[in-house]
């Protein structure tokens, strides 16, 4: 596919911008389940993904308008206000969980309090991976044939929802498993690290500075 062609380039644009609406509402349904079984269940690290989906939709949000930008932009990779704003707030509500998480596991550990069951963190995590690999396939495919480099950062972030997923099946299993409550916390705190990493990056990258985990060479050099 000549990537060359301006009408080939708006396809693929387009494309992108689909696959960034599907990341969206994906997440929603995601936060949804996750947050109603983890309060349900009382597992706190199902509860985090859940809080951590919502989060990632004002994310999303910006990538989606991005990707509609650099198809009339170029490949502009500088982010403009509104994607400065929502990466701001993202930045913000990802802190925000990290130390709501820790908080909430340091009370739980103190009660020595256990889940109910974390079978439906098992059920939200498979799901989950599969959906991430997809998406991380589909949104590399677009941004090789674009040689953008903006599309396949958005890839390669998208590889954190995947370890977040991987993160959660692991402590969620293992509790089923052995029933050790310290395992559902043990997975809360891997998130809220992985959290307050995504909000690190969040800040970096509305003052224009590229985040190193969220760079990887995918395009072949001639």
Known sequence: MDSNNPYIREILYKQ????ALITIFYN??????S???GLGDETIALFGFG????????????IWH???RLNRNNDNTNPDIFEQQALRITGMSFYILTFALIGTVALNLYHNHSPETTLWGIIVSIISIITMWLLIHYKVKVGKQLKSQAILMD????????????????SS???????????????AI?????????????????????CCSCVETYIKKN
């Open 155 to 170: 890839a390669t972030c998208t590889k954190t929802c995947l370890y977040l997923s991987f993160v959660l099946l692991l």
């Open 28 to 33: 929603i349904i995601e936060g949804i389940i």
């Open 35 to 37: 947050v109603f079984f």
């Open 190 to 210: 891997l998130i809220a690290v992985f959290s307050f990493k995504e909000g690190r990056e969040s800040f970096q990258k509305a003052r224009g500075i590229t």
């Open 66 to 68: 991005m990707m509609r």
């Open 16 to 19: 992108a911008a689909i696959l």
């Open 51 to 62: 809080m951590d989906s919502f989060v990632e939709v004002i994310s999303g949000v910006g």
């Open 173 to 187: 299993a293992g509790y089923e498993l052995t029933n050790i409550g310290g395992l559902d916390s043990m997975g």
